[in-house]
């Protein structure tokens, strides 16, 4: 089994930035990609970002690109999503998913593990 906690969320304006972390623990090792995605109030969920652990492949999603980073640090088992210039069309919980798939990143079912989420809110 893998862990995921989530942190770092919370209420900014726009154009601030904010980053969230995903914290994973357990069976890492059965990972191979890490990724972020949201769901907004009356809507599906949907991908953000996608890295894996060698950090050979990282994905975005075309709103995103230019304004999210994601990055990892191996050693604490961790997941970042740096999020610069946010607007409030970026408000959503947040979700760090795991998955051992080396295939379709930005599909939630490529990934087996979750998190609980972080709300991150934007306004206007």
């Known amino acids: 089994q893998v862990q995921l906690v989530e942190s770092g969320g919370g209420l900014v304006q726009a154009g601030d930035s904010l980053r969230v972390t995903c914290t994973a623990s357990?069976?890492?090792?059965?990972?191979?990609?890490m990724g972020w995605f949201r769901q907004a109030p009356g809507k599906e969920r949907e991908f953000v970002a996608a890295i894996t652990w060698s950090g050979r492949d990282i994905l975005y999603e075309d709103s995103v690109k230019g304004r999210f980073t994601i990055s990892k640090d191996n050693g604490k088992g961790t997941v970042y999503l740096q999020m610069n210039s946010l607007k409030p069309e970026d408000t959503a919980v947040y979700y760090c998913a795991a998955g051992a798939s080396a295939t379709y990143y930005s599909r939630a079912s490529t990934y087996e593990y979750w998190g609980q989420g972080t709300q991150v809110s934007v306004s206007s």
């Open positions: 357990g069976r890492t090792f059965s990972t191979y990609i």
